[in-house]
């Protein structure tokens, strides 16, 4: 990591829930949290908690120096919501297959 840059991977204890307008897009007790420096907490939601048949695929990717090349998924009405890692950097293995989305509520 950068000097003064750090991320942590921690088991999350909530309920993490994800809606899109009236649909619920993932609801997981599983869900991995990701705290990075100045970024906001992001929670990665294993696969089998997400509604996967309602997500296409995007042609968007991004890279981050510090957890690799994200792969992007987009609903009718939303473009690239969701993102996951499917090769991560070895420091966040963890997230790997993960997806994370940007709004979700936790309990």
Do not use: N
Not at 21 to 40: F, I, K, M, N, Y
Not at 42 to 69: A, M, N, W
């Amino acid at each position: 990591m950068a000097e003064g840059h750090e991320i942590t991977i921690e088991q999350g204890e909530k309920h993490v829930r994800v809606v899109h307008g009236e649909q619920v897009l993932a609801e997981s007790d599983r869900a991995l949290v990701l705290r990075e420096t100045g970024c906001p907490v992001r929670y990665y939601i294993p696969p089998e908690d997400v509604r996967l048949d309602l997500l296409q695929p995007s042609e968007t990717h991004t890279y981050c120096p510090f957890k690799g090349t994200a792969s992007y998924w987009s609903l009718p009405d939303a473009a690239d919501l969701v993102w996951a890692y499917p090769e991560p950097k070895p420091d966040v293995a963890q997230i790997k297959d993960h997806l994370c989305f940007y709004e979700v509520e936790v309990s």
